[in-house]
């Protein structure tokens, strides 16, 4: 199933129509598969009904939230907890917007949206250093510089992404109890993007907001079931009075999600899961295949990427720094001559790094592969 070629061009996707149509596309962070037949079938029956007006979200959409939080997490949810967005992006904004002291603790290198938030707000970006620990092969942040940031007065959020995007780490439980505890300490409200928790490999994922009552988990089913289009996702929070404040943000600002988005969010949370646990044995394969050949390049006998196997997600962080001093050229600018246009590391706050979207066909993947394998061929002669 997965294995099948999607035609994306001719229906307009931002990944096949931005850029020369030449290149492999492998940069924005959606899939080149097919929505589940379970998805596509609940959006056929709402069609055929003909109602495509303004819709809220009833019992059984937030009793699909309910029993996924428990059955995935182990974490008992009520459903007037849930409040509903149209994006994760959205949802990060508004908790700058709803907790706006001046600064705002962001993970760096990050999502670009992510790393623009607070700036969206009037406020300072507190940049946390992600960087890679040789001895765990894990990226990670040191807790003493974040206590240190999360102490600034004029800090009021701390803006987590968990998974991280780009590097694909996944917090441990005694690392985010701890981030919970300094948090509580500073008086710092903590948001959790956790738009990739669905899409883990071998490790759990443990939602931020299972163990704060004051956390502002954000969630949705747009990544792992590729229904990123249909604009639909949601923000748990516990405390009531939180969850007022972030709510009260939307006013004039942000709209409901759409009437078809919380009809196929029901029905991946309902039915999806065996899919889910298919793609995620499909991507695994994904990324072995990529990591294990990038790490084996090289030109002049140079190793000229380093990776590593991300904990989530369909997404490769990727070291090209090595390349770039040998070949006195950027990362993007070599991938573009391969053939392949990856996301600049630029734009995540990190220089000399790639990101490649592997959630496609294995052929694509191999097809990048063999790109690469012959640009290094012109590099070595």
């Known amino acids: 199933m997965f294995n099948k070629s999607l035609n994306r061009k001719d229906n307009h996707s931002i990944k096949f129509n931005t850029f020369d149509e030449s290149l492999l596309p492998m940069w924005i962070a959606d899939m080149d598969f097919e929505a589940p037949q379970c998805i596509k079938s609940a959006l056929i029956e709402r069609l055929q009904q003909a109602d495509l007006g303004y819709t809220k979200s009833g019992p059984g959409l937030d009793q699909s939230i309910v029993d996924w939080c428990k059955t995935q997490y182990d974490w008992d949810i009520q459903a007037n907890w849930i409040a509903w967005l149209p994006g994760i992006v959205s949802g990060f904004n508004m908790a700058c917007q709803g907790f706006n002291k001046g600064k705002v603790v962001v993970q760096t290198p990050n999502y670009p949206p992510m790393l623009q938030a607070p700036k969206q707000s009037g406020q300072k970006n507190l940049e946390l250093s992600v960087t890679f620990d040789e001895s765990t092969k894990r990226w990670m942040f040191d807790f003493e510089q974040l206590e240190i940031l999360l102490s600034d007065e004029q800090c009021g959020l701390f803006l987590l992404c968990n998974p991280m995007n780009p590097q694909g780490t996944m917090l441990t439980q005694q690392e985010l109890k701890h981030i919970i505890k300094l948090c509580h300490k500073h008086n710092v409200q903590l948001c959790s993007d956790e738009i990739h928790c669905d899409l883990r490999f071998e490790l759990p994922h443990f939602p931020a907001g299972k163990f704060d009552p004051k956390a502002i988990t954000l969630m949705a089913a747009s990544k792992t079931f590729n229904i990123a289009g249909l604009g ?4 748990i929070i516990e405390d009531s009075f939180i969850r ?6 939307m006013n004039g600002l942000v709209s409901f999600p759409s009437n078809l988005g919380l009809v196929a969010t029901q029905s991946a949370f309902e039915h999806g899961d065996s899919w889910r646990l298919e793609l995620m044995d499909y ?3 994904n990324r072995d295949t990529l990591v294990s050949a990038l790490n084996d390049f090289k030109i002049n006998n140079q190793r000229i990427f380093k990776t590593h196997y991300n904990d989530a997600s ?16 950027s990362a993007l600018d070599w991938f573009k001559s391969a053939g392949i246009i990856p996301s600049d590391g630029i734009h995540f706050g990190k220089q000399g790094f790639v990101r490649i979207n592997f959630g496609c066909p294995l052929a694509l993947v191999k097809q990048a592969l063999n790109l690469i394998k012959q ?5 070595n002669n």
Not at 232 to 235: E, G, K, L, N, V
Not at 321 to 329: A, D, G, H, K, M
Not at 375 to 379: E, L, Y
């Open 283 to 285: 991507l695994k394969i």
């Open 314 to 329: 369909f997404l490769c962080w990727i070291d090209c720094t090595q390349l770039e001093l040998i070949t006195q050229q």
């Open 232 to 235: 639909c996702s949601f923000a």
């Open 375 to 379: 640009k290094i061929s012109t590099n």
């Open 244 to 249: 007022k404040h972030f709510v009260k943000q």
